[in-house]
């Protein structure tokens, strides 16, 4: 089953470590949306393209540090 919620702002930090705390029982995908961009279908599409990418192989992201290493590099 899946169940989409909107949060308040002011409380999503908290929401989503209490969701985050069942990891056992539920599953979190943050879907954040941004009212102030409007962003083409193309747009949406490569950017979609790109997030089921990082999810299918998480293994060949680079963290903020070593991002800098090798920028600085």
Same mark, same amino acid.
């Given at each position: *089953?899946?169940i989409?919620? $909107?949060? /308040? /702002? +002011?409380?999503?930090? @908290? @929401?989503? #470590?209490?969701?985050? +705390?069942? =990891?056992?029982?539920?599953?979190v995908?943050?879907? &954040? #949306?941004y !009212?102030?961009? $409007?962003? =083409?279908? !193309?747009?949406?599409? &490569?950017? !979609? #393209?790109?997030? *089921?990418?990082? $999810?299918? =192989?998480?293994e =060949?992201?680079?963290d903020?540090?070593? @991002?800098?290493? &090798?920028?600085? +590099?």
């Open positions: *089953m899946r989409t919620l $909107e949060v /308040n /702002n +002011s409380k999503a930090a @908290f @929401f989503l #470590e209490l969701l985050q +705390s069942l =990891s056992d029982f539920v599953t995908k943050e879907a &954040i #949306e !009212e102030a961009a $409007e962003l =083409s279908g !193309e747009h949406i599409a &490569i950017l !979609e #393209e790109r997030l *089921m990418a990082c $999810e299918k =192989s998480p =060949s992201l680079v903020w540090e070593a @991002f800098q290493r &090798i920028v600085k +590099s």
